[in-house]
């Protein structure tokens, strides 16, 4: 089992920067593939980045690249998110993912099989 925590979300104007955290624990930290998803109103769920075990690769959706960067320190068992030049499109719940069973990124759902509660994510413009 692994249990996921986000933190660092919150209000933040246009143009502004966040980082959110996710801490892990239960299981080695850094045998797993981490995503960040994100879910807007009224949208579905859909991926923003991922980052393997080793963090020797990652994936971002179009719509932030350049502006976020995904991170992990397998030390102290913790998957980051920086996310600047903020748009009020980015605003959404973003939940932290992990994939126990893949080395690759991939975007489907259900391929995550441990979820973070989610932290609210709001831009203002």
């Known amino acids: 089992q692994v249990q996921l925590v986000e933190s660092g979300g919150g209000l933040v104007q246009s143009g502004g920067s966040l980082r959110l955290s996710c801490a892990a624990s239960g299981r080695t930290f850094s045998s797993l593939t981490m995503s960040w998803f994100r879910q807007a109103p009224g949208k579905e769920r859909q991926l923003v980045a991922g980052i393997t075990w080793s963090g020797g690769s990652t994936y971002y959706t179009d719509s932030v690249k350049g502006r976020f960067t995904i991170s992990r320190d397998n030390a102290k068992n913790t998957v980051y998110l920086q996310m600047n030049s903020l748009k009020p499109e980015d605003t959404a719940v973003y939940y932290c993912?992990?994939?126990?069973?893949?080395?690759?990124?991939?975007?489907?759902?259900?391929?995550?099989?441990?979820w973070g509660q989610g932290t609210q994510v709001t831009v203002s413009s």
């Open positions: 993912a992990a994939d126990s069973l893949r080395t690759q990124i991939v975007a489907r759902e259900w391929s995550y099989d441990y």
